[in-house]
């Protein structure tokens, strides 16, 4: 019965109804293990086109026709169909099955029967489908309790591990939970049998192939997410029958843990916030002066952060607006220290949803090492972000690096880091900013909501603003590229891809238009605050 979550044609031939026909087997006694999903009655001769396969049919042979040819073609499309057996009563049309109708079923692998003495096929049917229906809900008791265990295993204190153990106890057979891209998790073995050795061995022997063709003996759920689109699978739980079969009563069970597994993974995500959430309140209280450089050490250690001697590098990303659902932070968190695990240095990572700020401080070996550290800090900052869908289309978050030193600096660094960062967005796009670079941007975002600043752009680039929003071409882009090429023509005009005589006339309108002199040190410093200040002014 468990084979398929039916019952066998040899079971159903036991069964009173059948019994009391004198059902004698005419082809393919070795294939009465087949299991029925269902029984059908019926004497047109296309019954074929109304079963779905798994059936027992019962018939008088009235729709088997008078021709062996039409007989013939009766029971291959049945076998085509897939049904468990064929049940022929003798009586009116056939006092005993014709050969032709034994050899086609033999041939085509049919397991054919045939009742000496009538019987009401109601009642066939109505014990079959007891039988049947019985056996789904045995079935589902087992499963049930697989369910309770391990309900119990985690009310016991038990973790994932003890789940999938529970469950490849069950099925005899190795369990695996991996992530929707196909990365193994944890996995578990049965506590006997050929695969309890080393489940690993398995799961590396079977990849392959599974990503090839997948197995038809491996059943795989999906762990739900809670969420929608990519969010919406959180794992994957993967049985594969290496050392016995796979049976319906497995994925019952599977799926009932896939959803005491949900439960864990997303009691898991919630903790993983919180302690990245308390980790960000930590540093951000650092930051502001409430915790003290003297304090600070055991407080982190608490926090699982042991930094070495070398210098500590405060580092803040600061995500666009909107950063999206909450649970996201979680993953965010754990996939950056999954990419910095790489790095081999201490790192103490924070969330702050409400600021779409992520706090770091980074332990070095030496001030050496800052700009390799940095890159990678960044990188992996990226990656998290990509990876825990905060990321938005043309809002690029912006990773700022501040000033390295002692527990005492970090308080100062991480604090002028924050603002920084915030002071960055909109700046042109780079793998992170130097927090020490940026005094100035940082000083006119300050100003930003200053009447003053605002007049200072409108004085000093106000004619340029007026005449990109009338004429043609914008002469903004390429004041800012000449500026930031210091003033070098050659080099201003191979980025802006322009002839020099092209670029000396736009030059020539520009200083028409502002009235000043491009060439004058006063000018250029005037202009290059202008140009920074209008990022951060409403105007």
């Not at 229906?133 to 369910?147: F, I, K, M, P, S």
């Not at 998790?185 to 050929?194: E, I």
């Not at 090492?369 to 972000?385: I, Q, Y």
């Amino acid at each position: 019965m468990d084979n398929q979550g039916g019952i066998t044609v040899q079971r159903a031939l036991e069964l009173p109804g059948l019994r009391s026909g004198l059902p004698e087997v005419m082809a393919c006694a070795d294939r009465l293990g087949r299991t029925v999903r269902w029984v059908h009655a019926g004497e047109v001769p296309n019954i074929a086109s109304l079963l779905k396969g798994g059936e027992l049919l019962l018939t008088t042979g009235l729709g088997l026709g008078t021709r062996p040819a039409e007989q013939r073609a009766f029971v291959r499309r049945l076998a085509d169909r897939g049904i468990a057996a064929l049940v022929v009563e003798l009586g009116p049309r056939f006092t005993r099955l014709p050969a032709t109708i034994v050899e086609t079923a033999r041939a085509a692998g049919l397991p054919l029967v045939q009742l000496h003495r009538e019987v009401p096929f109601v009642t066939v049917t109505e014990e079959v489908h007891t039988e049947i229906v019985n056996g789904h809900y045995a079935l589902l008791q087992r499963a049930e309790e697989v369910h309770r265990r391990c309900t119990e295993a985690l009310l016991g204190g038990g973790g994932i591990p003890q789940v999938l153990s529970i469950l490849a106890g069950f099925t005899a057979n190795p369990v695996f939970l991996e992530t929707p891209d196909g990365r193994l998790l944890y996995a578990a073995g049965p506590v006997s049998g050929d695969a309890a050795a080393d489940p690993l061995q398995v799961w590396e022997g079977l990849r392959g192939q599974r990503e090839a063709e997948p197995s038809a003996n491996a059943v795989v759920v999906d762990v739900p997410g809670g969420g929608h689109g990519t969010g919406s699978v959180r794992a994957r739980l993967v049985l594969l029958g290496v050392s016995a079969p796979l049976l319906p009563v497995h994925r019952m069970a599977a799926e009932r843990t896939a959803g005491v597994l949900a439960v864990v993974l997303m009691q898991a995500r919630q903790e993983d916030e919180l302690s990245a959430r308390g980790r960000g309140d930590f540093l951000t209280d650092l930051a502001e002066g409430r915790i003290s450089a003297e304090d600070a050490p055991a407080q982190a250690r608490v926090l699982g952060f042991k930094p070495g001697a070398g210098p500590l590098l405060p580092v803040v990303m600061r995500l666009a607006t909107d950063p999206g659902p909450s649970g996201n932070w979680a993953v965010l968190a754990r996939a950056v220290l999954e990419e910095l695990s790489s790095v081999g240095v201490p790192v103490l990572l924070g969330v702050r949803p409400v600021e779409g700020r992520v706090p770091l401080l980074v332990s070095l070996r030496a001030e050496s090492e800052r700009t390799t550290v940095a890159d990678r800090v960044a990188v992996a900052l990226r990656a998290g972000v990509e990876r825990a869908g905060l990321d938005r289309a043309g809002a690029s978050p912006a990773v700022v690096v501040g000033v390295s030193g002692s527990w005492a600096a970090a308080s100062a660094g991480l604090r002028h880091a924050a603002e920084t960062a915030t002071a960055a967005q909109g700046l042109p796009a780079r793998p992170w900013y130097d927090a020490r670079r940026l005094d100035i941007d940082l000083l006119l975002w300050r100003l930003r909501e200053h009447p003053d600043l605002a007049a200072f752009v409108d004085r000093a680039i106000g004619p340029l603003r007026v005449h990109d929003v009338a004429s043609r071409p914008s002469l903004l882009p390429t004041l800012e590229t000449y500026l930031a090429h210091a003033g070098r023509k050659a080099e201003t005009a191979r980025e802006l891809h322009l002839n020099r005589q092209t670029l000396y006339n736009r030059l020539a309108r520009i200083s028409e238009l502002l009235g000043t002199d491009l060439d004058d040190p006063e000018t250029v410093l005037s202009l290059s605050l202008a140009l920074r200040a209008r990022r951060h002014t409403a105007s």
